[in-house]
């Protein structure tokens, strides 16, 4: 949604830029925890699958970071804010229904952001459940109906090249935020790297 103003009681937040921002936060303190890991002697399965892959998940994350810097990121964000645009932030079909038009479930997770932020989320879940989603389908659809420009075809195509949930697995794991044991955070990150390694093997750019 764009040009949106709300008077109400129900606070929406700003979280342009926010998701750059904290990738970039991800992989500089993910870069020290693998420096540590690569003076330790380690022997889980977790701390393997990380001496082993984590080198190449944080490369792939800085890549993706350098070209969106050369796309007019911050002219996407100054579109942004002079729209007011909008994200729903739960894209999922049981958040969202069509009636006589398009019908929200929950706002809960409504923010001041790019609108190519959806549409980004809309393609992760797809991705965790389709084996090859026809993406440049998708993208180039809502490139169109939003009006967008080729440089918000390339963020949400850059976007996508960043391995974030193998990041954030990583960070959690590094952090000890959740009561899981280390095999219980492999499993999960051998998971996600299944869905987020294909974008980088369908595009030739995987190491």
Sequence with gaps: MSGYHYNGSFRINSTIGKRVESIKVYIKRLKKDLEWRQ???????MDRFLLSKGGNIIKQGERALEEIGGIDYLGLIKRSMKQNEICLGRTDQGNLRKNNGIEIGN???????LIEEDIYEYLKKIRRRVISPN???????????????NNSKEYIKLLL????DSLRQWLRYSEGKRNMAPDDYFKNIEEISKYENKVMKQGGKNE
């Design 39 to 45: 003076k330790k002697e380690f022997s889980n399965s």
């Design 135 to 149: 993406e440049e389908a998708y993208i180039e659809r809502y490139i169109i109906e939003k009006k967008l420009e």
């Design 161 to 164: 090249e960043i391995p974030y």
């Design 107 to 113: 706002i809960k997770g409504l923010s001041y952001n």
